[in-house]
């Protein structure tokens, strides 16, 4: 799905969302209100001055009070790797990005994560992981890095990882491996009506971090919300 | 404490470089205090790294546990830069979430990070990256339950990856001369976009771009530490107390001062440049500094110093 689709088929009755040098901001009428948009479209990779403008658009929401839902739509790159990016401080501005969007979601706006296309690393931590509940539609290719750079990396043959990928999911990318993690809350069914599917994911968004439990359930992080509790447990004792 | 190793866990004479991540957190803490949660005796290893045919860690490269800070309850953990290059694995990361969950209901003093990391483990990528998510939305609630996250940086790995966002996550930071905080790592970009882009063999470029020296400067550390146990808890204990509330006032100046940063050193090619554009007289002599002289430089500079974090 385009993101021209993605956003027809949230606003039937039109929107104001723009896409500039691949960022998305805007918003459109959403149910009793409005619906904020913020994101990053085309394989864009996020560098600092594009994470400025997205964590803008997500405090001005916040400081207008109304407590609009705010959807971030991702078909990133990964971080802007350059120079420059770097020498300003890449780290500050992306955790920047993703604190405004924690505090956005501690403030009571919804924060739903759609991923349609790709997004790696930091672009992804900063945007699609920083959201309550994150959604994908089918397509969508998440992941940290690519097979090719992860046989360099761990001097593994790419015929090996391939084969490896098809029973451990918790290295390969892929949209179904980021599922099995807990990363992906849920799959979205571009058959049925977009705004209909959002509005049940704002209805019914639960409290608290519940990735490791779903990572724990389907199987693609085995040993991590155990691992969390124990240490809980362990610390809880005087 | 047995007596031969007294000595290796003196705080004046330990270098943060060179220690352990069990060596720094006993030192650091008040001594006889440190007490692990999930010990190496319990050999919570990897289960995702036989598959590669790679060695485990008993720790999995972290340690957690809490501790006394001139008395004050605090729960601290340790990245192991020796193990994986410090990485987020499955285990690893889920240590570190935990410790922070643990503290919204314990009401710690502080949270202590000791970072040594070059981001996500490969091996175990998608839990890797998942768990540096879950980690910034914990600090986050414990940050607004008005507990301060410090996080300290002076290890071999560096801060790299996704352990530069934890980072930026954090209160209040401090960091060495050897601390590197960074997004993508020297190789990285070169990897991706040629020596011409960043040439990662270029060790001055390397310091100059990523060190703790350019990070104070430019307010991306709050503290610049000798390479000593002793330094960092110095510093942690100065930060602790001077943490800033996490609310839309405390981001909003953020977004101001990262906005700044962007109109003022936007167009700067080389860290040099920035330091002569902050003021600093000599922006040669910076990386040869002392500790005392790099402080007196950093004294004079206004944005070294803010509660926009």
Same mark, same amino acid.
């Given at each position: 799905m385009t993101l021209a689709e993605i956003l027809a088929g949230l606003f039937p009755q039109g929107h104001s969302v723009t896409v500039r040098d691949g960022l998305v901001t805007g918003s459109g009428s959403f149910g009793q209100g409005n619906l904020l948009v913020v994101g990053v479209d085309g394989d864009t990779p996020l560098g600092v001055d594009g994470a400025l403008i997205l964590s803008r658009a997500v405090l001005d929401a916040v400081r207008a009070g109304d407590k609009a839902p705010i959807l971030v739509v991702v078909d990133s790159d990964s971080q802007r790797m350059s120079r420059r990016d770097e020498l300003l401080g890449l780290n500050e501005y992306l955790a920047h990005l993703a604190k405004a969007l924690l505090l956005a979601d501690r403030s009571a706006h919804p924060t739903i994560g759609l991923i349609y296309g790709h997004s790696a690393a930091g672009a992804f931590i900063a945007t699609a992981l920083a959201t309550r509940i994150l959604a994908a539609l089918p397509g969508a290719n998440p992941s940290v890095m690519d097979l090719p750079s992860v046989a360099k990396v761990t001097k593994l043959p790419l015929d090996t990882l391939r084969e490896m990928a098809k029973s451990t999911p918790v290295f390969a990318p892929g949209l179904d491996n980021m599922v099995a993690t807990g990363a992906v809350h849920v799959v979205l069914d571009p058959g049925q009506p977009l705004d209909g599917q959002i509005r049940d994911l704002i209805a019914n968004l639960q409290p608290g971090d519940d990735r490791d439990r779903l990572g724990e359930e389907r199987g693609g992080r085995p040993v991590a919300r155990g691992i969390s509790a124990a240490v809980i447990a362990q610390a809880g004792r005087g | 404490m047995a007596g031969a190793h007294a000595a290796s866990t003196d705080p004046d004479a330990l270098s943060w470089y060179e220690a352990t991540a069990r060596q720094r957190v006993v030192a650091l803490a008040?001594? #006889?205090s440190f007490q692990e949660f999930l010990?190496?005796? /319990? %050999? %919570?290893? $990897?289960?995702?790294?036989p598959l590669f045919d790679l060695p485990r860690a008993f720790d999995d490269g972290i340690v957690v546990g809490r501790a006394a800070l001139d008395g004050k309850p605090v729960l601290v953990a340790a990245q192991e830069g020796r193990f994986m290059g410090g990485a987020f694995g499955e285990i690893h990361g889920a240590k570190l979430v935990g410790l922070l969950r643990a503290a919204l209901t314990l009401k710690p003093a502080a949270v202590l990070i000791l970072f040594d990391t070059g981001g996500v483990r490969l091996q175990e990528a998608n839990a890797g990256e998942t768990a540096i998510a879950e980690t910034m939305r914990a600090i986050v609630d414990v940050r607004a339950a008005g507990i301060p996250v410090i996080g300290l940086i002076g290890g071999r790995a560096g801060c790299y990856g996704g352990g530069g966002l934890i980072a930026g996550t954090c209160s209040r930071l401090a960091v060495s001369e050897g601390g590197r905080i960074s997004v993508s790592g020297p190789e990285v970009i070169e990897t991706n976009k040629g020596a011409e882009e960043f040439? $990662?063999?270029d060790r001055a470029l390397v310091w100059r771009t990523m060190g703790g020296k350019h990070r104070r400067l430019i307010g991306g550390a709050d503290a610049f530490c000798t390479d000593s146990v002793s330094a960092f808890r110095e510093a942690a204990l100065d930060l602790i107390g001077r943490a800033p509330a996490f609310d839309l006032a405390t981001l909003e100046a953020e977004q101001a001062r990262l906005e700044s940063r962007i109109a003022r050193? #936007?167009?700067? %090619?080389d860290a040099t440049e920035i330091w002569a554009r902050l003021g600093?007289?000599?922006? /040669?002599?910076v990386p040869a500094m002392d500790t005392r002289a790099f402080d007196e430089t950093v004294s004079r500079v206004r944005e070294a110093d803010h509660d926009a974090r």
């Open positions: - | 008040d001594p #006889g010990p190496p005796t /319990e %050999r %919570r290893m $990897s289960p995702h790294l040439d $990662s063999r050193f #936007g167009d700067c %090619r600093v007289n000599d922006s /040669e002599a």
